[in-house]
């Protein structure tokens, strides 16, 4: 009885607290479906009925002197998939390299490739923007992309993953004639599903959340993406009569759904990947 | 590296051109800027743009003596502090009582880690709207219980709302390492200390938190280096560094220096500054989960 009665204690605890986490999405929505009228009184408590009129206005219309938000969702999504993909693409392929092959100067790459962990563009952003710059980078995908997709712990991972296939694959896979390529297409990488899956949501939850870089390398608008186009429309919101939070709410919304949904429909693989990573 | 030496593919130049993609992007994209940046951090430029002469260790030691970066020192150590203890131990309280629900582990885990995959500058956008002067919904909450908010005019309160906010999204990551944690922990091991007559706050801090070690010391590196590195969309958006540089962070510090002052010299060597302190955590890190693996 004593122990039932702890547990329902333990629900309606995590309950609250659940709730609470939930606390700035829940206003973002109410603030999203209203006129921004009804947000200058009393704040509403439920939602309203603009939700659907605010979201095709972000989308389509956006605010005067920021792109419409259709465009920025589109560039996040290139940026995203295109870091999520050539880190997957470059990392595996160069921990294939160093697992399989034994040739002069294959630590010295290695810990080449391990410095870049010490390096988050964070702290290297001013160089690394000159040298982007150097290159013809700015305003293009490829320097939004480029610069950001070395990446020390894809490569550690996948390093550590081919180290525990058996070595008798190999040698039977030699034995059948096949080359290092055929052994990386036919067995390496079928292998690896499950890794690159959870290395898959893991950056690409990096790429679309970068902020920082996007910032620097694009001063064309048709670049903007959406995390950092979303300051572009806070300052563009102070020249209205009216502040337009209802659309800035509407366009934060659109900005944080698909990274959620990436995490939280593939939370299974995310979660493998992520406590991996502490290894 | 394998016991088994010998190379289970003798190809010579396929390696290379494997490594190839790697290594490019490496060279380009993080050794010649980080070379630009260890020389850069050795010049000035000379007064009037005529050029720039080198001037030795003055652009650190102008650093060390200027009170504006110490104070931006301290506001970044005081973040960090903050937020990692506040989320390390939201985080692992709600995944100790997650973790003893006989059902429902899924949902919860769902509700607690969504945040997690919120960017920084979104979840700062949120924030901002809730505590935005005078209209924000928190706002009037507050002002409603006798509090003067105004996190544009006070330092402490726009401090308060960046620890709060970072917190917020940090819960996430340590609840799924508490978790994760928790569930190394042999059963027996509690079982046995249940028999001995321990009740379960006992056991927790007895067994279940020294076996936590591990996981607890890899998350205040993890927490410390996310709030001194990732939190520049949160800063950009909410505060701009104010008021009064009460919120200016060394990563947003070096974005002044470099990009709005375009002093160049002082910006290649606050880069220098902040690549040894992650140098620094890293091997910390690395020196710690070598001896984790030794454990096991």
Redesign the interface.
């Given at each position: 009885m004593n122990v039932r009665k702890a547990h329902a204690g333990r629900i309606v605890l995590l309950t609250l607290v659940a709730i609470l986490v939930a606390v700035p999405l829940y206003i973002a929505l109410v603030a999203a479906s209203h006129s921004p009228r009804d947000l200058l009184g009393q704040f509403p408590l439920l939602p309203g009925h603009q939700l659907g009129h605010n979201f095709a206005s972000a989308l389509v219309k956006g605010l005067p002197g920021a792109p419409p938000v259709w465009l920025m969702l589109g560039n996040s999504l290139l940026m995203a998939l295109g870091i999520a993909i050539g880190k997957l693409v470059i990392s595996i392929l160069s921990a294939y390299a160093v697992v399989y092959f034994r040739f002069p100067l294959r630590m010295t790459a290695f810990w080449l490739i391990f410095m870049t962990l010490m390096l988050p563009v964070e702290v290297r952003f001013f160089p690394t923007y000159q040298v982007t710059a150097g290159l013809h980078l700015l305003n293009s995908y490829g320097g939004l992309i480029l610069p950001l997709i070395a990446s020390a712990t894809a490569t550690f991972l996948f390093r550590q993953f081919f180290l525990t296939l058996p070595r008798e694959l190999v040698d039977a896979a030699r034995i059948d004639g096949a080359g290092p390529l055929r052994f990386f297409f036919d067995t390496a990488l079928p292998l690896s599903r499950t890794n690159i899956a959870a290395l898959f949501v893991l950056e690409f939850v990096y790429g679309w959340n970068q902020f920082l870089w996007p910032l620097l390398t694009t001063t064309h608008q048709r670049y903007a993406t959406i995390v950092m186009g979303i300051q572009g429309m806070i300052t563009a919101s102070q020249s209205f009569a009216l502040p337009q939070w209802n659309l800035i709410m509407a366009t934060a919304i659109l900005a944080l759904t698909p990274p959620v949904l990436v995490v939280v429909l593939m939370q299974r693989w995310f979660i493998k990947g992520l406590t991996e990573t502490e290894k | 590296?394998?016991s088994?030496?010998?190379?289970?593919?003798p190809?010579?130049w396929?390696?290379?051109l494997?490594?190839a993609?790697?290594?490019v992007?490496?060279?380009?994209?993080?050794?010649?800027?980080?070379y630009?940046?260890l020389s850069?951090a050795f010049y000035q430029s000379s007064p009037f743009g005529l050029g720039t002469h080198f001037a030795g260790l003055a652009n650190f030691t102008a650093l060390f003596t200027d009170p504006n970066y110490l104070h931006a020192f301290g506001v970044t150590a005081l973040y960090a502090v903050a937020t990692t203890l506040a989320s390390m131990g939201l985080g692992l309280l709600?995944a100790v009582?997650?973790e003893?629900?006989?059902r429902?582990h899924t949902l919860?885990?769902?509700?607690?880690?969504?945040?997690?995959?919120?960017?920084?500058?979104?979840?700062g956008?949120?924030?901002?709207?809730?505590f935005?002067p005078q209209?924000g919904?928190?706002t009037?909450l507050l002002i409603a219980l006798g509090i003067h908010w105004n996190y544009t005019l006070h330092g402490h309160q726009a401090m308060l709302l960046v620890i709060a906010?970072t917190a917020?999204q940090q819960?996430a990551?340590n609840f799924?390492?508490f978790t994760?944690g928790l569930q190394g922990i042999p059963a027996s091991l509690l079982e046995a200390a249940a028999l001995d007559g321990s009740g379960p706050i006992r056991r927790f801090w007895d067994v279940t938190f020294p076996l936590l070690a591990p996981?607890t010391f890899?998350l205040l590196v993890m927490n410390t280096l996310y709030v001194f590195?990732?939190t520049?969309?949160v800063i950009?958006?909410v505060t701009q560094g104010g008021p009064a540089n009460a919120t200016t962070t060394l990563?947003y510090k070096?974005?002044e220096d470099?990009?709005q002052n375009l002093n160049l010299g002082s910006?290649?060597a606050q880069?220098i500054i902040?690549?040894t302190?992650?140098?620094l955590l890293?091997v910390f890190q690395f020196r710690y989960?070598d001896r984790k693996?030794h454990y096991q």
């Open positions: - | 590296m394998r088994n030496d010998s190379s289970p593919f190809q010579r396929l390696p290379y494997l490594l993609p790697q290594l992007i490496t060279l380009v994209f993080f050794v010649w800027p980080t630009d940046a850069g709600l009582l997650t003893g629900l006989l429902g919860f885990r769902t509700l607690f880690i969504w945040p997690y995959a919120v960017a920084p500058a979104i979840a956008a949120l924030w901002m709207f809730m935005a209209v919904p928190g009037r906010l917020w819960i990551y799924l390492f994760a996981t890899f590195f990732d520049f969309g950009q958006i990563v070096l974005y470099g990009f910006a290649a880069s902040l690549m302190l992650v140098g890293t989960l693996v």
